[in-house]
């Protein structure tokens, strides 16, 4: 199983973008699909989950801004990023928990870097 993650890129404060995270393998189901960041000298934290139901959780500080969705048919899930402010700069991790044959795991895609200029 692999998650594969893109869209990220440099954009000036109030932009937006779309992040996208596409699972493949040989995949039974994904329950919950999510995003988290890192910052430089920050720890990793969550930017927003989605259960396979459609059910959504996100930070209270990306709140009105990013929103998450998911195609359970391509197995894929997005994170619409807009009004980005600086402070938004780190890398996006795409997160799932992944049922195949082994088992149920959880994976993380690689990562993609969101760079907001002032």
């Known amino acids: 199983v692999q998650l594969q993650a893109s869209g990220g890129g440099l954009v000036q404060a109030g932009g937006s973008l779309r992040l996208s995270c596409a699972a493949s393998?040989?995949?039974?189901?994904?329950?919950?699909m999510g995003w988290y960041r890192q910052a430089p000298g920050k720890e990793r934290e969550l930017v927003a989950i989605?259960?396979?139901?459609?059910?959504?959780n996100s930070a209270n500080s990306v709140k009105g801004r990013f929103t998450i969705s998911r195609d359970n048919t391509k197995n894929t899930v997005f994170l619409q990023v807009n009004s980005l402010k600086p402070e938004d700069t780190a890398v996006y991790y795409c997160?799932?928990?992944?049922?195949?044959?082994?088992?149920?795991?959880?994976?993380w895609g690689q990562g993609t870097l969101v760079t907001v200029c002032s």
């Open positions: 989605i259960t396979s139901s459609g059910s959504t």
């Open positions: 393998g040989s995949i039974f189901s994904i329950k919950v």
């Open positions: 997160n799932a928990f992944i049922t195949t044959m082994m088992g149920g795991y959880e994976y």
